[in-house]
């Protein structure tokens, strides 16, 4: 049942949930285990829950004795690699006390261009839903290169929710909600419901950042909802430490009303 509002959120067959790196990974690691109880008392009420997780090469990095970021294609894949399989370790543990299994499901943005690997990806994803397993998606940055690559993982969430016809898309950040103007800036307000046919000209959200440990910022969240809202998914954008909050439907973040003329699941890289 698809989300129109918040409190949609409560009651919603199947969401998409987005987190970050900077949430996740290095001292901000505790909270993998507030994240998953979230998602395990979702999972309880019968609710079917894609998680796509950021955060392999920042979770790889401490063990290749890098400090900050790579910059180079070949150190990036290396931090992937031994990254993520720690990444879904983390969640694994987390998840044992709810008795719920996690799933990897590693994706380019060629994977779902190809009409057959989006097939494949479809079909192993509703599997994975079927058997009651909690899939974590993440970008497969090992084999990824700069030319194909999602760019970051708040587009891959949209496209995923479009992928799996989600009834909601949760786009975790490091803020409670989206504002007109930087949060920093002394007259940014926030921003509560953002209409589908909305003109956001006027608002600054800022460009995409890239800090030490992810990409991403407030734009490309922008972007990846009205990406997911045009297909007729509600979205909304808040911060990690409010997911419980989110997923029971109170009144957080900014949400994105879905579109009533919702754009073909055919055209997902649009």
Do not use: C
């Not at 987005?18 to 949430?23: I, L, M, T």
């Not at 509703?126 to 760019?151: C, H, K, S, Y």
């Amino acid at each position: 049942m698809t989300a129109h509002d918040r409190a949609g959120l409560a009651d919603a067959r199947r969401i998409v949930v987005k987190v970050g790196s900077s949430s996740i990974s290095g001292e901000a690691s505790w909270r993998i285990p507030m994240l998953v109880k979230a998602l395990a008392d979702a999972h309880r009420r019968g609710a079917e829950v894609l998680l796509v997780s950021s955060g392999a090469i920042a979770t790889g990095m401490p063990f290749l004795d890098l400090d900050a970021r790579p910059t180079d294609l070949a150190t990036q894949q290396a931090a992937a690699a031994v990254g993520q399989n720690v990444l879904v370790f983390r969640y694994q543990e987390a998840l044992r006390p709810f008795g719920i299994v996690a799933g990897q499901v590693l994706l380019t943005a060629g994977d779902l261009e190809n009409p057959t690997h989006r097939s494949n990806a479809q079909r192993a994803i509703e599997r994975l839903l079927g058997l009651r397993i909690l899939p974590i998606v993440n970008e497969n940055d090992t084999v990824a290169t700069q030319e194909i690559r999602f760019g970051d993982n708040d587009r891959l969430a949209a496209l995923v929710a479009k992928l799996v016809s989600a009834d909601a898309l949760v786009l975790l950040s490091d803020i409670a909600s989206l504002y007109t103007k930087p949060p920093s800036e002394p007259d940014a307000e926030p921003l509560d419901v953002i209409a589908h046919d909305a003109d956001l000209s006027d608002l600054e959200f800022g460009s995409t950042v890239v800090n030490s440990v992810g990409t991403g910022g407030a734009a490309t969240k922008v972007s990846a909802a009205r990406l997911a809202a045009g297909a007729g998914i509600g979205v909304l954008v808040t911060s990690a430490d409010l997911v419980a909050d989110a997923l029971s439907g109170a009144r957080v973040g900014t949400w994105f009303e879905p579109s009533p003329a919702a754009v073909p699941l055919g055209t997902l890289s649009e």
